[in-house]
């Protein structure tokens, strides 16, 4: 699958696994509003030419939702378990996934508050470009809401390891640019790269 890697990278990125998924009962959207009642289709901003869309987001993806909003970062992740040896080699972790941050961000993850919204997945539909992403062309509204809680909290829980480091473009490039499963969000905040 091709994606646009010189856009702004607010997509979730990664390799759909193979085989038809079944449908989830739910799907959420995370937000820093806890207060929204209904969710309307919009066109979003870093994709002007993309029908309008609730967006959505299925259990497995959802850590990649436990930030601030505007918060750069990138994820990865072994696609299945026959790559795990390797991922954890190629990481130095542990871990079955990996999170980054900036250290400059670390202060704005300790105190945001998250709000997950669970909504009925009838109404949506898988959106391909990524897996584990789903849209909606209609107006829905969320069964409920509630906090993620404490975000790191949440990362060290779901045993997924949460690195802060100075630059997320070491990571990204090695993420875009490996065989694992990824999600790169809001690079534009990202410190500079710095250039060699």
Same mark, same amino acid.
């Given at each position: 699958?091709?994606?646009?890697?010189?856009?702004?990278?607010?997509?979730?990125?990664?390799?759909?696994?193979?085989?038809?998924?079944?449908?989830?009962?739910?799907?959420?959207?995370?937000?820093?509003?806890?207060?929204?009642?209904?969710?309307?289709?919009?066109?979003?901003?870093?994709?002007?030419?993309?029908?309008?869309?609730?967006?959505?987001?299925?259990?497995?993806?959802?850590?990649?939702?436990?930030?601030?909003?505007?918060?750069? =970062?990138?994820?990865?992740?072994?696609?299945?378990?026959?790559?795990?040896?390797?991922?954890?080699?190629?990481?130095?972790?542990?871990?079955?996934?990996?999170?980054?941050?900036?250290? =400059?961000?670390?202060?704005?993850? =300790?105190?945001?508050?998250?709000?997950?919204?669970?909504?009925?997945?009838?109404?949506?539909?898988?959106?391909?470009?990524?897996?584990?992403?789903?849209?909606?062309?209609?107006?829905?509204?969320?069964?409920?809401?509630?906090?993620?809680?404490?975000?790191?909290?949440?990362?060290?829980?779901?045993?997924?390891?949460? =690195?802060?480091?100075?630059?997320?473009?070491?990571?990204?490039?090695?993420?875009?640019?490996?065989?694992?499963?990824?999600?790169?969000?809001?690079?534009?905040?990202?410190?500079?790269?710095?250039?060699?």
């Amino acid at each position: 699958m091709a994606v646009d890697l010189a856009r702004d990278d607010t997509y979730d990125l990664g390799v759909p696994d193979d085989g038809p998924k079944a449908k989830p009962d739910v799907v959420y959207h995370f937000s820093e509003d806890p207060g929204i009642a209904r969710f309307a289709p919009h066109v979003p901003a870093t994709n002007p030419s993309h029908r309008p869309a609730v967006w959505a987001i299925d259990e497995a993806h959802a850590p990649l939702y436990w930030f601030p909003r505007d918060c750069p =970062r990138v994820a990865i992740w072994p696609n299945d378990s026959s790559q795990r040896k390797a991922f954890n080699d190629r990481f130095v972790t542990s871990a079955s996934r990996l999170h980054a941050i900036e250290w =400059r961000w670390l202060d704005a993850m =300790r105190d945001a508050v998250v709000h997950r919204y669970v909504f009925d997945a009838a109404a949506f539909v898988p959106w391909e470009p990524a897996d584990g992403q789903w849209v909606s062309h209609e107006v829905v509204s969320p069964v409920s809401v509630d906090s993620v809680g404490d975000l790191l909290v949440a990362h060290r829980s779901a045993e997924i390891e949460l =690195r802060v480091v100075a630059s997320l473009w070491p990571l990204r490039d090695a993420a875009a640019n490996g065989e694992f499963d990824f999600s790169i969000v809001r690079m534009h905040n990202a410190q500079p790269r710095v250039q060699s």
